[in-house]
């Protein structure tokens, strides 16, 4: 069993940053893909960025790219993930969510575990 809690969620203008982290329970999370998905109000639970166990492979959703980077540090049992250059169009709430695997995950049914969510609110 793993226990996810996210944090860093706030209210920014357009342009600026933040950064959540997901901080996990449980030894075994260094064996366990961590991903980062939103869900805006009336709309679908979206895929935002992937990482693999050890840190070496991850993935973005083409509307993150080149802003986002996830990360992890696995003797802090913690993931993160970075965000620049926000636009009102992110602005949801953000959960993170892990799993055992091998390798990335950017399907929601993939993950057996999820975070309470972070609001992130992006004002023009």
């Known amino acids: 069993q793993v226990q996810l809690v996210e944090n860093g969620g706030g209210l920014v203008q357009a342009g600026e940053s933040l950064r959540l982290s997901c901080a996990a329970s449980g030894r075994a999370f260094t064996t366990y893909a961590v991903g980062w998905f939103r869900q805006a109000p009336g709309k679908e639970r979206e895929f935002v960025s992937t990482i693999n166990w050890n840190g070496v492979v991850t993935r973005y959703a083409d509307s993150v790219k080149g802003r986002f980077t996830i990360s992890r540090d696995n003797a802090k049992n913690t993931a993160y993930l970075q965000m620049n250059g926000l636009k009102p169009e992110d602005t949801a709430v953000y959960y993170c969510?892990?799993?055992?695997?091998?390798?990335?995950?950017?399907?929601?049914?993939?993950?057996?575990?999820w975070g309470q969510g972070a609001q992130v609110t992006v004002s023009s």
């Open positions: 969510a892990a799993s055992p695997s091998n390798s990335i995950l950017w399907q929601v049914v993939s993950y057996n575990y």
